[in-house]
Nanobody
């Protein structure tokens, strides 16, 4: 069984910062990419940022320059540093891990609320 434990969400004022963490544990043979997605009420779940095992990153356009994804391979943990937060960043943020054999795992999500 694989578990993803997310933390770091909460309420912040516009312009503020938050740091999300996601730790993966369990029967994961090897982790390839790790990433963050978000889903606002009534909207689909979209990519925020993704990082490969080699450290290559990609971001959704609206997050470039404000969000930074990083990972600690030894701890199977991925982080998302979010700066200059906007009310439109309000969403549930989900961690995703892409592992061997095409397996993908999702966390339960952590709510980020940005007040204006």
């Amino acid at each position: 069984q694989v578990q993803l434990v997310e933390s770091g969400g909460g309420l912040v004022q516009a312009g503020g910062s938050l740091r999300l963490s996601c730790a993966a544990s369990g029967s994961i043979f090897s982790i390839n990419a790790m990433g963050w997605y978000r889903q606002a009420p009534g909207k689909q779940r979209d990519l925020v940022a993704r990082i490969t095992s080699g450290g290559a990153t990609n971001y959704a356009d609206s997050m470039k320059g404000r969000f930074t994804i990083s990972r600690d391979n030894a701890k199977n943990t991925v982080y998302l540093q979010m700066n200059s937060l906007k009310p439109e960043d309000t969403a549930v943020y989900y961690c995703r891990v892409d592992a061997s054999y095409g397996m993908a795992y999702w966390g339960k999500g952590t709510l980020v609320t940005v007040s204006s």
